[in-house]
């Protein structure tokens, strides 16, 4: 459903050249695999006799009884549509390989021989085993061009057999995918191929592979974990893809080495299913992967589409069709996908986003030889930011902060909370702070224009609005400044702002940030400032959001709340977050959005946002074509000189349906 496929990977217990009880332990945990749903489940590396056989390798019975075995697998799942990728060493054409068979509904679908060879210091496998690399014809570039088909092998009970190390989905029914260029792409590594200077992973991966799966044997030492587990994460970030390892576990042959039972299932740079070390039972992990939104990425994002992958199409394997997922069970979709989910990470990236705004507009200032920079500060949540990346970038630049003009405009929905805290945010932070009060020269257009000013309505809202950017725009030139903009990134994705008025700067700091991450960049902000301004700050941070175009209500307070009338800005900023980077459709942005919010919003609120979000999103594009320049912080940006072009008046109608 939505592209989401179960995968698993597994490290069984077993006895080293015990065929038999490795083959039960394997069939048994790839049953338990299945039966939670898994569609594809992986097997370390030689997982069926062992990887520390040593010179066994070389004696008769025991390539018998691998064989034997493999047969005994394939015949447990005849009945399944699960994909169970198992190692064993197999014979072929003379030579002794290392392989990872793969199994599915009764059939021996393929094997891959192993490539790369380690061999040296405690490993030394060229001893036992030949490279693959002849028999796959073409990985790694080598007859890249020159395949007319797939090579086969005869397995002793099966019948001949491809070599491939790429798979693609056949077949078609509900939750398969079909076809050539079919949804889901399997490439295969062994171990040592992911830790060469060209993994085979990256060309597969150009030719399309979005999942890559790697049966592994690495030992254990001090640092390795770690070093393994970014690899596994950067060749999944730079493959644009789904890597599932699974390596062998602690009841290896301790003669020489240790081995921790090491599983991973990373997604394009985040890790989202591991293992614990050392595990004295068998180990399975699952994740619940999104392939196609990995599809959706490579559209937009990489160098996909510049690389011939027909010679790769040429010797693929066919799996019938995977099942996907009915439900997210192994798989956590983040409320907030803006913001980093630990304080570590969260700290690390308001640093530097706020290092980016100030760096930005240093450069702005002094390329447009500014002497002063004029910022509207409202005591909202977004001119704060704005004035906090301002009186920063001041001190960067060495400039006093009595060089920065802080102008507050009351209007008629101005509440004294809100002015108080913009007079305290200015004076703590040592900027000029003048006070201009619009509601007269408001009366005055109002009566110009014929407008009854006791019609609340959007001339009564936007004439306010363009009045204060009138201010600013004159006092900046007569100041001889620049005016500096305060919109955030979710209210440009919803036209919340009037066109040539809060819509309009001359450099907007906040255009990249979404409002939930502004909430975290603020709050940062406070935890690191004087006991004086955290208080400012931490009151700013809980003051709805409102423009105060409207009357406060009889008790003085703020009654324009932006979120009552748009919904929150946290369902907002996840449909733009799925929609804009990942071209999720709107049954897909419900069915996460459902899932990451459950106990939060109910239902009807999640679809109520998502049909607000579309209409706003659509309609408002012509306002986003001519937004002023900012500096992009983040992978999203609705700048039409940055990431995202679109017709002002495209319809919206298929995405209400």
């Not at 209409?615 to 609705?638: A, H, M, W, Y």
Request: aromatic fraction near 10%; hydrophobic fraction near 40%; charge should be negative.
């Amino acid at each position: 459903m939505f592209g989401f496929y179960r995968f698993a990977a597994v490290s069984p217990i077993l006895k080293v050249a015990d065929t038999a009880f490795n083959t039960e332990e394997i069939i048994k945990s790839a049953k338990i695999a299945v039966s939670n749903g898994a569609a594809f489940v992986v097997f370390p590396e030689l997982c069926i006799t062992g990887y520390t056989c040593s010179d066994l390798f070389h004696q008769e019975l025991l390539l018998q009884n691998s064989s034997r075995a493999l047969l005994k697998i394939v015949e447990a799942f005849a009945d399944s549509d699960a994909v169970i990728a198992v190692g064993l060493p197999l014979r072929i054409f003379g030579r002794l390989y290392n392989c990872a068979a793969f199994v599915q509904r009764g059939k021996l679908i393929a094997v891959t021989p192993k490539i790369h060879l380690p061999n040296q210091r405690e490993f030394y496998e060229k001893r036992h085993f030949s490279s693959g690399r002849d028999l796959l014809r073409g990985a790694c570039g080598a007859l890249a061009g020159n395949v007319a088909g797939a090579v086969k092998c005869a397995i002793e009970g099966v019948g001949e057999v491809p070599i491939t190390n790429f798979f693609t989905v056949k077949g078609c029914g509900s939750g398969v995918a079909n076809g050539e260029g079919s949804e889901v792409r399997v490439g295969v590594e062994l171990c040592e191929d992911l830790w060469t200077p060209m993994p085979p992973s990256g060309e597969l991966a150009l030719a399309g592979a979005n999942v890559i799966v790697n049966l592994s044997a690495s030992d254990a030492l001090v640092g390795k974990r770690d070093y393994r587990r970014n690899l596994v994460i950067n060749q999944s970030a730079r493959c644009m893809a789904a890597y599932v390892y699974a390596s062998a576990g602690v009841h290896e042959s301790t003669t020489d080495m240790v081995f921790s039972g090491h599983l991973m299932i990373a997604e394009n740079g985040s890790m989202i299913a591991e293992s614990k070390p050392f595990s004295r039972i068998t180990e399975i992990v699952y994740a619940d992967v999104d392939v196609e939104r990995l599809n959706m990425q490579r559209l937009s994002e990489g160098s996909f589409q510049d690389f011939d992958s027909r010679s790769f199409y040429a010797r693929a394997a066919s799996f019938d069709g995977l099942r996907t997922c009915d439900t997210l069970r192994y798989r956590f979709v983040s409320p907030t996908p803006f913001v980093p989910g630990s304080l570590e990470s969260r700290d690390q990236s308001c640093t530097e986003i706020f290092n980016i705004q100030c760096a930005g507009l240093a450069k702005r200032l002094d390329a447009s030889h500014s002497k002063r920079a004029v910022i509207g500060l409202s005591g909202g949540l977004d001119s704060t930011l704005a004035l906090l990346v301002v009186a920063e970038t001041f001190k960067l630049l060495d400039r006093p902060a009595s060089e920065i003009l802080a102008l507050t405009m009351p209007g008629f929905g101005t509440t004294k909370r809100t002015k108080n805290n913009a007079v305290e945010l200015a004076k703590l932070l040592g900027v000029e702070l003048r006070t201009v009060d619009i509601q007269k020269a408001c009366l005055q257009h109002f009566d110009d224009i014929g407008h009854d000013p006791q019609k609340l309505d959007v001339t009564y809202e936007n004439v306010q609005a363009r009045e204060r950017t009138q201010i600013l725009m004159d006092i900046a030139n007569s100041e001889g400044g620049i005016v500096i903009g305060t919109g955030d990134l979710s209210e440009i994705a919803l036209g919340w702002s009037t066109y040539n008025a809060d819509h309009m700067s001359m450099y907007a700091v906040n255009c990249d940030i979404p409002k939930t991450l502004v909430r975290h960049i603020v709050n940062w902000y406070a935890d690191r400032s004087d006991v004086a301004l955290s208080d400012v700050l931490k009151d700013i941070l809980d003051t709805p959001v409102s423009p105060e175009l409207l009357p406060a209500d009889n008790n003085g307070q703020i009654a324009q709340k932006t979120e009552s009338i748009l919904g929150a800005y946290e369902i907002h900023d996840f449909f733009l977050y799925h929609f804009a980077k990942y071209g999720a459709s709107p049954e897909k942005l419900l069915f996460l959005a459902k899932y990451a919010f459950a106990g939060k919003f109910t239902d009807e609120a999640i679809e109520k946002a998502l049909a607000v979000f579309v209409r706003r999103f659509f309609t408002q594009q012509f306002k986003r074509s001519c937004i002023p320049d900012g500096p992009k912080v983040g992978t999203i940006s609705l700048s039409p000189r940055a990431d995202w072009r679109m017709p002002s008046d495209a319809s919206f109608t298929d995405w209400l349906k």
